[in-house]
């Protein structure tokens, strides 16, 4: 009767709200998705620049390396302790950051 009626004519508008709704929520999945594709795209290409310069970093030095040894001779200690101890102050401008990670070093399980 008047409840059967009004129960078959409100069932499409529940239905087309229903699958209006599912669209939306499509839709922002999608978007969400490609935000986060984004994202990631953006990490690999830093870490990719980071290993790139890192790469020429360590060419160069060698080639300060060498440089070392043609001038003051075969004093490989001393020209060790200058390639690697000059780069060494460079690292205080990480150190906040490097002692964050340590952090969670210590708090994670073996």
């Known amino acids: 009767s008047l409840k059967t009626g009004k129960a ?3 069932e499409p508008i529940n239905v087309n709200d229903t699958e209006t709704i599912t669209e939306e929520v499509r839709k922002m999945n999608e978007a969400l998705e490609n935000e986060a594709e984004s994202v990631r795209l953006n990490q690999m290409m830093l870490g990719i620049g ?4 890192a790469l020429f970093l360590s060419a160069r030095m060698g080639i ?12 490989a200690k001393e020209a060790l302790f200058y390639t690697h101890a000059l780069p060494l102050p460079g690292f205080l401008l990480l150190a906040p950051d490097i002692y964050h990670h340590w952090q969670i070093c210590v708090a994670s399980e073996l």
Not at 64 to 75: A, L, M, S, T
């Open 50 to 53: 980071l290993l790139t310069f």
């Open 8 to 10: 078959v004519f409100s």
């Open 64 to 75: 300060y390396q060498e440089v070392i040894f043609g001038k003051f001779g075969k004093h």
